[in-house]
């Protein structure tokens, strides 16, 4: 049996409302915290646009340690001399 124009108005209504409640529902959501929303795109590759974040977190604390280690040794060298 075919449905009627007004049963077919009265169900698209409802379909468009349900759509606008769940458009409402998302944009009162609290900000998504996912990794890709959180870092820049192409995190931790050579095309990352952040030149810090070009590497990888180890290679981050490897670096840093690496400078502060730099930094005691130029210290000690200006005390010794």
Known sequence: MRKSSKDCRADRASVNSRIQAEADAAIKAPPVMSFSATNPP????????????????????????????????????????
């Open 42 to 81: 192409y995190a931790y590759t050579s095309a990352c646009p952040d030149p810090k974040r070009r590497t990888g977190p180890a290679f981050a604390e490897l670096r840093r340690k690496k400078v502060e280690y730099e930094k005691i040794i130029l210290s000690n060298k200006d005390m010794a001399v």
